[in-house]
């Protein structure tokens, strides 16, 4: 146990060195901690997301420098320990995943193994007698001695040979971090002291960045920020329950599969409902492009031969043209016979309009994210930026609930939770973005912006509370949920994301949550939903119409969610950035 | 002498200069090859089928396409001749792609499209594109800078009787090598008769 403890990376030391200064005489009280940074956030500009800090801190994150000065410690720490050259030990560390414990342990138990292994020659394999001119073993021309090279076996090449070999390697990829002598029965090592005497400069630098890029890729407790253009790497400690992290660029997703953060689902069931997900979307694709929807009864068509009159299948057997898309009885010979269509032009006209809608749309929803409506809302209310955290806040719970509704529909079931809290999601919503507009709208400052501001941090904080809640009621496995409640899991993983009406929350739910709206009973002792006006029985402790119906009955729940944030979420994530 | 003389100063055509005349004035027993006319490029090339052997009397024709790669990185060798062997490709293509009705539609597809009938449909695409490529490790990623023309065609030769269980590119022929061998050696010697006329 000893040596182990001494051979922990610069990866590890870190933590150890968190675990000695929080756990101390001085029990430091979580709740104390986060009062401290509540405290500290409301006073200063950084609109840090409260909530946040609540999680204990397993990862680190690194830049660029970190990363650089981290790779640089381990291998001089085990150049030192085994005696041997630091090009050596990068071969080594990168050979065994850049862990130092692994590096050790190999090491000691069968140094020649490793070395065969590695490509890490003692002493030359072949020796060639003094002559002046030596035959390169590639291009068979013959050089003096001095313009060849050889690795550590002693296998010669005349340097431009060596050039070539390194640069197609490099330009390869990152397996140029485990190149070899070109002798094919060889195995030795050729390390960056090499590269940097006979590679080019574009290459030198292509196999350093490759070199830094390793340390954090091939490193099993390191990963790169999903954020696109994002350049920190995340040191993750394995072993702690949420693999939720946050970036400094603000992206926050999960360590384990690196998607975007998916709490409570689970990794695996995320993966899956992505995977089904871009197959069905290369399936729409292709179907766009290559069938056309039969103008009655809209099922796709692939024409694969013949001419241009189509007969749908049954039950529908509409007639049409192909090309125009038609009822058929109209074509004939005026129309140019069975094989064209002069009414096509204006058909396809059509078509291009209609991308150019898609087109249009897609711009206007860009534009809401591009103005910034917090500058424009300080301006019209006078109240200095920092005074408008709190819609910024709003906005950021938004998207976080956006984002937890988006991933239970994986789950595909319902919670009597749910209801309420969406409820609240959508009240929310509802006064971030529409009693916001009149403000931005307003001529002059307006004397109940307080109120605004009251109602809106308010609404915030109490969706928060609900979200957890349904957060934690799921990370749970449904164990508080009532079992005349939701489905169930085996239920649900079958009809993953399929059945867009979900069933469930009839029975006597927990009752406890559905404070804040009071049940007005009628003179038959029904009650009528605020939302849709269904008269309910009295013992029913959720509207049986059921969740979908309620945020319009027309859309489903995402339909609804895509076309009322303006933007998409990662515009918005990008907008309001956690400084 | 060739066409673009200028040319000739790349390392990948002085090597080719010189592993032809190494195969003019070394050649190994059954390979024979030269560079095309007016492209050193690109190569054909013979293997006889080796002595005592199903494949005895077989004159097998291929191609060798190289790049101002080589030598750093092998040429795309494949046979010309019809060939059956469990690591030699036929030559052949084909295409299918149809639709597939599948169960319940994804919410997305309902979003998206607004067409609730299209997810019912899936697309299966199949794609076969043989061109009697062969499945030799020293072609692919056990290549070396050392090897030449004369070593590829001597491996290729040896793989004919040796073939490698483990990377059949032609399953009917890996089959019939390990459960009948009699089959086997019978269509072997047919194609060693057509090498025979083919042109």
């Known amino acids: 146990m000893d040596s182990e403890e001494d051979m922990l990376d610069a990866n590890d030391v870190e933590s150890l060195d968190d675990d000695f200064y ?74 065994y995943n850049w862990s130092v414990s692994k590096v050790h342990d190999e090491w000691f138990a069968d140094e020649e193994k490793v070395r065969r292994a590695v490509g890490l020659l003692e002493s030359p394999v072949v020796h060639f007698p003094n002559a002046r001119e030596v035959t390169c073993g590639i291009c068979f021309e013959t050089y003096p001695c001095d313009r060849l090279h050889a690795a550590a ?32 029965s060889c195995g030795a090592a050729v390390g960056q002291d090499m590269i ?43 072993g702690s329950e949420s693999y939720d992290v946050i970036c400094h660029c603000s992206y926050s997703f999960c360590w384990n599969c690196t998607e975007e953060a998916h709490r409570p689902v689970d990794c695996g069931t995320v993966g899956k409902w ?42 529908c057997k509409f007639e049409f043209c192909w090309l125009c898309l038609g009822v058929w009885s109209e074509h004939g010979e005026r ?34 994210v591009s103005n910034s409506p917090l500058e424009k809302l300080s301006d019209k209310q ?46 929310l919503h509802q006064c971030a973005e529409k ?102 029985v009295k013992s029913a402790s959720v509207c049986q119409m059921g969740w979908l119906q309620h945020c319009d009955p027309q859309n489903t729940t995402l339909n609804f969610l895509t076309k009322s944030l303006p933007g998409t979420v990662d515009q918005w994530q990008g907008k309001y950035k956690i400084k | 002498g060739f066409a673009g003389e200028n040319k000739m100063s790349t390392p990948a055509r002085k090597r080719l200069m010189r592993d032809f005349k190494r195969l003019q004035q070394d050649p190994p027993a059954g390979i024979s090859g030269a560079p095309q006319d007016n492209n050193i490029m690109l190569w054909n090339a013979v293997i006889f089928g080796p002595d005592d052997t199903p494949w005895d009397g077989g004159t097998f024709k291929l191609t060798l396409q190289f790049s101002e790669d080589y030598p750093n990185k092998p040429p795309s060798v494949r046979f010309v001749s019809r060939m059956f062997h469990p690591n030699i490709n036929r030559c052949y293509t084909s295409t299918k792609s149809y639709l ?64 490698n269980p483990n990377s059949p590119a032609n399953s009917e022929a890996a089959r019939m090598f390990s459960e009948n061998k009699r089959e086997y050696n019978r269509r072997v010697r047919e194609i060693v008769e057509q090498s025979w006329t083919a042109d």
């Open chain 1, 22 to 95: 929080s756990s101390g005489d001085t029990a430091v009280d979580s709740d104390d901690a986060d009062a401290d940074f509540e405290f500290i956030d409301n006073d200063s500009d950084d609109s840090q997301y409260t909530a946040l800090h609540r999680h204990q801190q397993n990862y680190t994150i690194l830049n660029e420098e970190d990363i650089r000065h981290r790779q640089e410690e381990d291998i001089t720490r085990i150049a030192t320990v085994l005696s041997i050259s630091k090009v050596a030990t990068s071969m080594l560390l990168r050979y």
């Open chain 1, 153 to 184: 076996c002693g296998h010669r090449f005349c340097n431009s040979c060596w050039a070539g070999y390194m640069s197609i390697a490099i330009n390869d990829g990152p397996g140029c971090l485990m190149l070899r002598c070109p002798d094919p």
């Open chain 1, 196 to 238: 940097n005497e006979l590679a080019s400069g574009e290459d030198k630098k292509k196999y350093s960045r490759y070199f830094l890029r390793s340390y954090i890729e091939d490193n099993r407790k390191t990963k790169w920020c999903a954020a696109p253009g994002c350049d920190y790497a995340v040191n993750f400690i394995v």
């Open chain 1, 274 to 315: 992505i995977l089904k997900n871009s197959a069905e979307s290369e399936n729409i694709n292709w179907i766009l492009a290559n069938s056309k929807p039969c103008p009655k009864c809209k099922r796709p068509i692939e024409k694969n031969q013949g001419c241009m009159h189509i007969t749908c299948t049954p039950p």
């Open chain 1, 335 to 368: 129309t140019g016979g069975f094989y064209a269509c002069n009414h096509y032009e204006p058909a396809k006209q059509e078509g291009v309009s209609r991308q150019k809608a898609l087109a249009d749309l897609q711009q206007m929803q860009n534009v809401n």
């Open chain 1, 382 to 427: 006078c109240q200095p930026e920092s005074q408008l955290k709190f819609i910024t806040e709003a906005w950021l719970q938004i998207v976080e609930c956006w984002r937890v509704l988006k991933w239970t529909y994986a789950y595909g079931y319902y919670l009597p939770e749910h209801e309420h809290a969406k409820r609240q999601f959508f009240e």
């Open chain 1, 435 to 536: 009693e916001l507009q009149i403000y931005l709208n307003a001529e002059g400052p307006s004397m109940d912006f307080n109120e605004f501001r009251t109602k809106l941090a308010g609404l915030t904080s109490v969706t928060h509370n609900y979200f957890e809640n349904l957060v934690r009621a799921l990370e749970n496995g449904l164990s508080d949920v009532d079992s005349n409640g939701a489905c169930g899991r085996t239920a649900s993983s079958k009809s993953l994301g399929g059945n867009s009406k979900v069933r469930g929350g009839r029975g006597k739910g927990s009752t406890s949550k559905s404070s804040g709206s009071s049940r007005n009973l009628d003179d038959s002792g029904h009650w009528s939903c605020e939302h849709c006006t269904f008269s309910n």
């Open chain 2, 100 to 163: 597939l009705e599948v169960q319940a539609p994804p919410l997305d597809a309902i979003v998206n499209l607004g067409i609730f009938v299209v997810s019912k449909y899936a697309v299966a695409s199949e794609k076969v594109y043989a061109d009697g490529s062969i499945c030799l490790d020293i072609l692919q990623n056990q290549w070396s800078p050392i090897y030449d023309v004369a070593a590829i065609l001597t491996s290729i030769q040896s793989l004919l009787c040796d073939p």
